[in-house]
């Protein structure tokens, strides 16, 4: 008889690179929390716990003066802002094949809007063009970006057929762009539920939008009033679909600029001392150009601001953000199946929803600062803002996703489903989802720094506060670096993956 | 004499798909390209279709329209070259009574007159090929070349489209699978076998049996 070929099954499972990669993540992510300060430093934390509960099912909405004003005001930052962004997007859509616009519009996007927000204030002082500004400038690197990968990704057969001598404006606006105008503008609106979110916290810089009440609210203990808050700015984005109509944008955007308040005057030589003195290099301006010690204090001085701000910022931030990715991405696969048909009925999804909703609405931000108020100061607040925000933006999309997954009649149901047919068939969506997420999770752990966790944004925003603006430009450099490095390494890691190079609205 | 090759390998990409193909068409003739698929037809007329520095008007296999527009849109869109860009987008968003009543008798002898306001995304596929058409004949120029545009007509609407195009164009040359229809409807057949022009003849002198050897292996 003749052997049997040698076909023994290997004893040992091999993984996908998909699973090693994840187990990598959270891996770094269990480093990183050795490393970070998680601790809770208020002295009793379920007081204030219990006295916020009690706040938010006792709204006050009598206790802000002239609370119409506010949601106008928020709204009108909110549209100046987004079409000054989405427009200047657009034509830069156009010319986003040319490296450097390339290169401009990921430094710009880089930058948070409060940050945009804090560096305009130096130098608009509180005018309303500085709010403006802060949304309009990173919208439009965003903009610019989405877009021009939306016209390029679009099959255009119309263009062939063209007849010679059609000129160019005329073959964009008939062959091009029509069939690619659906997917700008539902672009374009969910920017602009993103720009009620930002316009809302730029309050808590100044500006007269909810964010300032809120804050105001926030620190006198007003939990009612910041309910009441609260409670309008869902309602502001639950009914956005009903009174955003597109035959009404037109008309919305040419009256927002007249509800935007008339802030501080703009002092002409503020701009041009920000521009020439203030954000120079203290050595450069304080000796000769020519001078060699000036170039040699000018070396002094980035190496201690980069070994004593710039490094510890970047290994906070860089904590911060590792461990945020996975508790995002443990929360997401955890929240999906509240909002999916293969796992619940219509009440329990209808829940879902609401529950989702409300995370995503609000912003990181203002989650970060009410855990602050309930832990202090530590990296906890900051993790579990971020987490609780991405993570329900996250599942919010995968569970869409899972709704599309055809089964089999006889599969199995409850966590053998959940198990077995349906993480395995989402994970590639949904890491796809959490790596497009990543870049955003270290832009925000900066602005987290503003409330005084010791990211790179907290060292800028000190540097800021004291009137430090050369070291300020300095270490938000480096942050556009850190951000655009993160960036492509999400790219290549998706690429290495194969997974979906275009995630939608992640 | 409006087209010419000479001794040229045509493809993609340096993959030359025909060998060696020379060809002049005048003006006037009515040119039917039959083959196998596959075979090289839609090769020829695209090098045809760049090489000719006049204005041809095209009809591509894939009707090649903006899905979003109306039919009137797409069909306007074989006149943006006339018009000043202004004008053009004046008429994007607020097509002018004018430019209706010139587009209106081209659709309506098509059979797509009800249609003129739909997006040409929810026509089926023979509507959609008919308002390629439409687009060619407001376009005009020297000559009409096709890539099947036929194809999902029957036989009495082939007939009635090849009427109109002829109406319209002086020159044409259409690639066609409909052995029959061609012979009935071109004053030259070429056909095109193993990268080749296997047979180039006036119609008159070419049956259909004539024909068979195309389209066997």
């Known amino acids: ?506 | 004499m409006l087209f010419r090759l000479s001794n040229e390998n045509l493809g993609y990409d340096g993959t030359p798909v025909l060998r060696d193909i020379s060809l002049t068409v005048s003006a006037g003739e009515r040119v039917a390209l039959v083959g196998e698929s596959g075979a090289g037809k839609s090769t020829l007329l695209s090098v045809l279709q760049n090489r000719y520095d006049g204005n041809t008007a095209l009809i591509p296999q894939d009707p090649g329209l903006v899905r979003s527009l109306s039919v009137f849109h797409n069909v306007y869109m074989g006149s943006l070259h006339r018009h000043s860009a202004a004008y053009n987008l004046l008429n994007l968003v607020w097509p002018r009574q004018s430019e209706i009543a010139r587009i209106r008798p081209i659709v309506e002898r098509l059979g797509l007159g009800e249609k003129l306001f739909e997006p040409a995304g929810a026509l089926s596929g023979g509507q959609q090929q008919r308002t390629a058409i439409c687009r060619a004949i407001l376009q005009g120029g020297d000559a009409v070349l096709g890539d099947e545009p036929v194809s999902a007509a029957d036989n009495h609407q082939s007939r009635a489209i090849l009427a109109a195009l002829s109406d319209t164009f002086k020159t044409i040359i259409l690639a066609m699978h409909d052995v029959d229809l061609a012979l009935e409807f071109s004053t030259r057949i070429i056909g095109i076998k193993g990268g080749c022009i296997a047979l180039d003849a006036p119609a008159h002198a070419v049956t259909r049996s004539d024909l068979d050897f195309l389209y066997r292996d």
């Open chain 1, 1 to 506: 008889m003749a052997a049997v070929p040698s076909n023994a099954a290997p004893t040992t499972p091999r993984y996908s690179p998909v699973v090693k990669t994840s187990v990598g993540f959270v891996a770094a992510a269990a480093v990183c929390l050795a490393f970070a300060d998680i601790s809770i430093t208020t002295l009793d934390p379920w007081l204030e716990m219990k006295r916020m509960a009690w706040g938010a099912v006792t709204p006050d909405f009598g206790a802000v003066a002239g609370l119409g004003m506010v949601v106008l005001r928020t709204i009108a930052f909110a549209l100046c802002g987004v079409a000054l962004g989405a427009v200047a997007g657009f034509l830069l859509s156009q010319i986003f094949h040319l490296g450097p616009v390339r290169w401009m519009c990921a430094s710009v996007r880089a930058i948070h809007e409060l940050f945009w927000a804090l560096i305009f204030l130096q130098m608009l002082g509180l005018s309303p063009l500085t709010g403006v500004l802060a949304i309009a400038i990173p919208y439009a690197g965003i903009c610019a970006k989405v877009y021009a990968e939306t016209l390029e990704e679009a099959q255009l057969p119309a263009l062939r057929t063209l007849p010679k001598g059609t000129g160019i404006l005329s073959a964009f606006f008939f062959a091009r762009l029509p069939d690619v105008w659906v997917h700008i503008k539902n672009y374009t609106s969910y920017r602009f539920e993103c720009g009620l979110r930002s316009s809302a916290v730029l309050g808590f810089i100044g500006l007269p939008t909810l964010g300032f009440h809120l804050e105001t609210a926030f620190s006198e203990g007003n939990y009612s009033e910041a309910a009441a808050l609260m409670i309008l700015f869902y309602l502001l984005i639950a009914t956005l679909r009903y009174w955003m109509r597109p035959k009404l944008v037109g008309f919305y955007v040419l009256i927002a600029p007249f509800l935007l308040g008339s802030g501080a005057a703009i002092n002409m030589s503020n701009i041009v001392r920000f521009l020439t003195v203030d954000i120079v290099p203290a050595p450069l301006r304080e000796g000769g150009l020519l001078a060699g010690q000036t170039w040699r204090n000018l070396g002094d001085w980035s190496g201690t601001l980069l070994m004593d701000q710039a490094l510890p910022g970047m290994v906070a931030t860089l904590l911060l953000t590792q461990i945020a990715l996975v508790v995002t991405g443990v929360l997401a696969l955890a929240l999906f199946p509240l909002i999916s048909e293969k796992f619940f009925g219509p009440v329990v999804r209808t829940l879902g929803h609401v529950f989702l909703v409300v995370l995503r609405s609000t912003p990181e931000f203002i989650l970060a600062y009410v855990f602050l108020q309930l832990w202090g100061p530590s990296m906890l607040p900051a993790i579990v803002a971020l987490s609780l925000h991405n993570g329900a933006i996250i599942g919010h999309l995968v569970g869409r996703f899972s709704d599309e997954v055809r089964l089999r009649p006889d599969s199995p149901r409850g966590i053998n489903l959940y198990g077995f047919e349906i993480v395995p068939r989402v994970y590639g969506q949904f890491l796809a989802f959490l790596f497009y997420r990543w870049e955003v999770i270290m832009r925000e752990t900066a602005i987290l720094g503003i409330l005084g966790i010791a990211t790179l944004g907290f060292f800028v925003d000190s540097a800021l506060a004291d009137i430090r603006l050369d070291r300020a430009m300095f270490l938000i450099a480096v942050m556009v670096v850190f951000n655009v490095a993160v960036d492509s390494l999400s790219r290549y890691i998706r690429g290495r993956l194969h997974l979906s190079t275009r995630a939608g609205q992640a």
